[in-house]
Nanobody, 114 residues
Framework: QVQLVESGGGLVQPGGSLKLSCVVS????????LAWYRQPPGKQRDLVGSITIAGSISYADSVKGRFTISRDNAKNTVYLQIISLKPEDTAVYYC????????WGQGTQVTVSS
């Protein structure tokens, strides 16, 4: 059973940075495309970006320039680096295996506030 576990969220001041991690267990992460989503309070869950098995990366227009996705297959981990955090980045951040409706982590809360 493949499981995804996110970590690294927290309370951050505007302008700060965070690096979120998503560890894949039960399978090698190298065989999956992986994606990051976020869900702000009271809003829908939206795609932040994704990274393919080959390492091709794409981002939502709203986060380009501040968000960086990377992966370390030796650690079965995908990362989401966020810089210049804004209050509107406040959300629960999830990782997901595209095309696998069951493959979601539990999420990690990011709160941007002074």
């Amino acid at each position: 059973q493949v499981q995804l576990v996110e970590s690294g969220g927290g309370l951050v001041q505007p302008g700060g940075s965070l690096k979120l991690s998503c560890v894949v267990s039960g399978s090698s992460s190298s065989i999956w495309d992986l994606a990051w989503y976020r869900q702000p309070p009271g809003k829908q869950r939206d795609l932040v970006g994704s990274i393919t098995i080959a390492g091709s990366i794409s981002y939502a227009d709203s986060v380009k320039g501040r968000f960086t996705i990377s992966r370390d297959n030796a650690k079965n981990t995908v990362y989401l680096q966020i810089i210049s955090l804004k209050p509107e980045d406040t959300a629960v951040y999830y990782c997901h295996i595209p095309g696998r409706s069951w493959a979601w982590g539990q999420g990690t809360q990011v709160t941007v506030s002074s």
